[in-house]
C-alpha cells in the first residue's frame, strides 16, 4: 500500500511559473487537503475536496487553484508563482485518521 | 475559527524521562488529534480521540472536554522519540493546528 504520494518532492520555480502538485491516494477515501507549513506558522489548510468533483476553499486559498477529478487524484496548481509561496506542501486524506504525503519543497524564487 | 495552543513549545529531556505536552483548544470539536513530524519532515498520525484516554505502545493522549485540554505523554522516552509532536483539531472540513512541540531525548 502506497498511501498517500505526492510529486514532485522539491521544486524550483521562477516568479510567475506555473505548476501543478499531485497528490493521489490509494485508500479509496472520500476527504482530502492541501495543507502548507511555514516556520513559525504551523501548517494551514489551503483548500480540500469532501468528495469525486467537489473542492473548498480553506484558510489560505489565495493564489492556488484545486481540481478532484477523479476520486483519487487531488492536484494543486499555482498560477503565476510568488516568493511568498515558498513553503513545504502536504497532501493528506482521511476517512478519520489522516494521513499525509511525505511533502513537497517549493521554493519560488 | 478555532485556537489550537501547545506548550511548551521546546522540550530537552534525559532518555528514560517522564514527558506531557499540553493541548488547549477555545470552542468545542469534533475529534482532537495528535501527529507526529520526523526530523526527515513525514507528518504520522499518533492518536485521534474525542473523549476519554488512549494508549498506543510509550504513548498516550488523554482529552478533558470541559476544559478543552488534552495532553500526549511518553513513558520511558527514548532518543528515537526525537521529533515534533503536533495537536490539531476538526473533522471534514480540515484540520486546525498548534505549531509544535519540539522534543529532544538526550541518550
Known amino acids: 500500500n502506497a498511501g498517500v504520494t505526492q510529486t514532485p518532492k522539491f521544486r524550483v520555480l521562477k516568479t510567475g511559473q506555473s505548476m501543478t502538485l499531485l497528490c493521489a491516494q490509494d485508500m479509496n477515501h472520500e476527504y482530502m487537503y492541501w495543507y502548507r507549513q511555514d516556520p513559525g506558522m504551523g501548517l494551514r489548510l489551503i483548500h480540500y475536496s469532501v468528495g469525486e468533483g467537489t473542492t473548498a476553499k480553506g484558510e489560505v486559498p489565495d493564489g492556488y487553484n484545486v481540481s478532484r477529478l477523479k476520486k483519487q487524484n487531488f492536484l494543486l496548481g499555482l498560477e503565476s508563482a510568488a516568493p511568498s509561496q515558498t513553503s513545504v506542501y502536504f497532501c493528506?486524506?482521511?476517512?478519520?485518521?489522516?494521513?499525509f504525503g511525505q511533502g513537497t519543497r517549493l521554493t519560488v524564487v | 475559527k478555532n485556537e489550537v495552543e501547545q506548550s511548551p513549545q521546546n522540550l530537552t529531556a534525559q532518555e528514560g524521562e517522564f514527558i506531557t505536552i499540553n493541548c488547549s483548544y477555545s470552542?468545542?470539536?469534533?475529534?482532537l488529534h495528535w501527529l507526529q513530524q520526523h526530523p526527515g519532515g513525514g507528518i504520522v498520525s499518533l492518536f485521534m480521540l474525542s473523549s476519554g484516554k488512549k494508549k498506543h505502545g510509550r504513548l498516550i493522549a488523554t482529552i478533558n472536554i470541559q476544559e478543552k485540554h488534552s495532553s500526549l505523554h511518553i513513558t520511558a522516552s527514548h532518543p528515537r522519540d526525537s521529533a515534533v509532536y503536533i495537536c490539531a483539531e476538526g473533522g471534514a472540513d480540515g484540520l486546525t493546528f498548534g505549531k509544535g512541540t519540539h522534543l529532544i531525548i538526550q541518550p
Open positions: 470552542v468545542g470539536i469534533s475529534a
Open positions: 493528506a486524506s482521511s476517512s478519520g485518521i489522516a494521513f
